[in-house]
């Protein structure tokens, strides 16, 4: 599929908004990066949806917007206009857009200043969001297990989260059960326990598909911060160089190893 124009604006909002995504979608093969890029800015657009005004009314209507346009891409039929929206139908398969609706639910959470409840329900939000992208990103591309896939995106959701700590405090919301150093060393260790499980099964994920798991590439760096040093988390200071974050991200795509 040619870049038009739609395809050119998703691929200018994953690069402004998310650059670590747009940078893993560059290494990926150029026939896959139209759908990685419609996918991901539909991603970027829904996590948007609660944060649109302070009103709940208006930010739920944003998601349900969301949710109403995945419905209409798994039903395989005609898909509302929008630049994100409209080659996201084209592009995915109507089986995988099913996994939208439980995003939009997911991200209702956003909306409000109530915390999890438990860990059931935080490791719900954690799989419906980075799990469902990072599935619909791989078995859009390749063979691939499932539940191999949602457990490295697991891990790469829990490091994504951490980096978010500091502004989502400011937002005034509530985004760890245990906020204490030791609640979030034992976060950081459950996500490192996820990705080291899923690379052991790394044979269970085709190459085609293994490279939507790219996006991923800092996360056990990251993770490993945390766990080493975690008041990096309310700093914000989890990161690495962009020599070291270049780099790693070449070596994982040459190697194929996420």
């Not at 093969?29 to 990685?36: C, E, G, K």
């Amino acid at each position: 599929m040619t870049f038009d124009a739609d395809l050119t604006a998703c691929a200018e909002l994953v690069q402004k908004s998310d650059p670590d995504r747009f940078l893993a979608t560059m290494a990926a093969p150029v026939q896959a990066r139209p759908l990685l890029f419609a996918l991901y800015a539909f991603n970027i657009e829904l996590a948007r949806a609660p944060w649109a005004s302070q009103e709940s009314m208006i930010a739920e209507m944003r998601v349900q917007w969301w949710r109403d346009a995945g419905a209409e891409i798994a039903e395989g039929g005609s898909v509302r206009r929008h630049y994100a929206a409209t080659p996201l139908g084209r592009l995915l398969k109507p089986e995988l857009a099913a996994c939208i609706d439980g995003m939009a639910e997911a991200r209702r959470w956003d909306i409000y200043k109530d915390p999890f409840g438990d860990e059931a329900e935080f490791d719900s939000y954690i799989n419906r969001t980075s799990g469902s992208l990072m599935w619909m990103a791989a078995a859009s591309l390749g063979q691939a297990d499932e539940a191999v896939v949602r457990g490295f995106a697991y891990g790469a959701g829990i490091a994504n989260w951490l980096r978010a700590i500091p502004e989502l405090e400011a937002q005034k919301r509530i985004p760890l059960l245990d906020g204490t150093l030791e609640g979030v060393q034992a976060l950081a260790r459950k996500g490192l326990e996820h990705l080291t499980k899923a690379r052991s099964d790394r044979s269970a994920v085709s190459k085609p598909a293994g490279r939507a798991l790219l996006a991923g590439w800092q996360a056990e760096a990251f993770l490993k911060q945390a766990l080493q040093q975690p008041e990096r988390v309310a700093q914000g200071a989890l990161g690495q160089s962009e020599f070291r974050r270049r780099t790693g991200l070449m070596r994982r795509a040459v190697l194929g190893r996420w």
